[in-house]
């Protein structure tokens, strides 16, 4: 379909279809378009222009008496010619203060991530978490006073979620600022695959320390053993708010959709050299018959850490989903280490 068989006057027919559908989920008559966006048009100019629509492949009619639904090629037209972003900033003022708190490292801004999104945009969210070569920033420990120690070890992409070691009851504030700078001396600028495989890294400044540096290795192996690339789902439920989803067949393509998580990332990662990626219907991603999935890269702490996106029906909201989606990864861009750090602290101190 070429762009010059679009007049103005049809792009906007074509437009107040998909916001109509998406807005209600019904066919879309003439009348209502005529009604709710051009009230100086003849219905049977506006019904003209909807039959052209439709043997142009754009509008699909479910029956003779209905009203016209937008096919996969509309929504794709849509998004790609059609859509607009605004500036205001609505209900989505809440987000940084969402992100503001009870952070503790890469996993947990994961899964704030995946709710945040679905909660906010009330579609299935997915987050595909990249494995993570992770550099050791810096470490400290801090004496509980019960006989062990709060690890907490700083990285490039944030702060590894705290752990606790044990520790002598004898070892003293001056011992643990001690052997947290020397520890910092041995891991600081190594990765954790570094670590893991260097076991003869220690050397003689280390043999007093040896029990703490061992904990902190245990830590350290756990962490990477789970931290290959992971997908995170929020709200599967939520598809069932939508009435496409009353149809068994679409609930059980859905639901094969997500279940196979492999399937699941390699279809967000397939464009993977883009900001933003939609993919709408069974045309663009195999298994996605009557659905779309809208995908962002993000970042932490100036690290690209994997995708963030949501799955819903052809008729998602993709003006609110796209800007949710940015909006987000500026937050996720706004962290810092620093800022990670005051977080857990407060955390620790309540």
Known sequence: MKNKEFSDRRKKILESVVDSYISEGEPVSSSTIRDKYFPDISSATIRNELALLEDMGYLMQPHISAGRIPSSLAYRYYVDNLLTLDNEAGDLDELKERFDTHLSGVEEIVRNTAKVIS??????????????????????????????????IVTDAGIIRDQLIEIDGDMTEDYLNQATKILNEIFNGRTLGEIRDNDDMVDERISDYRRLFEGIIDVLKRYREKSGKQVYLEGTNKIFDYKEYEDVDNVKNFMSVIDAKDKLHELIEENNDIEFSVKIG??????????????????????EIGHAGVIGPERMDYKKVIKVLGQISSTLKTLSEDKLIESKNKDKKQ
């Open 119 to 152: 909660d906010v945009t009330n579609y299935t969210s997915v987050v595909v978490l990249n494995p993570l070569t992770t550099v050791i920033n810096r470490l400290k420990l801090v004496d509980l006073g019960d006989g062990s120690a709060l690890v907490i």
């Open 282 to 303: 069974k045309e663009e991603g195999d298994g996605l018959t009557h659905m779309a999935l809208v995908t962002a890269k993000y970042s932490i702490n100036g690290k």
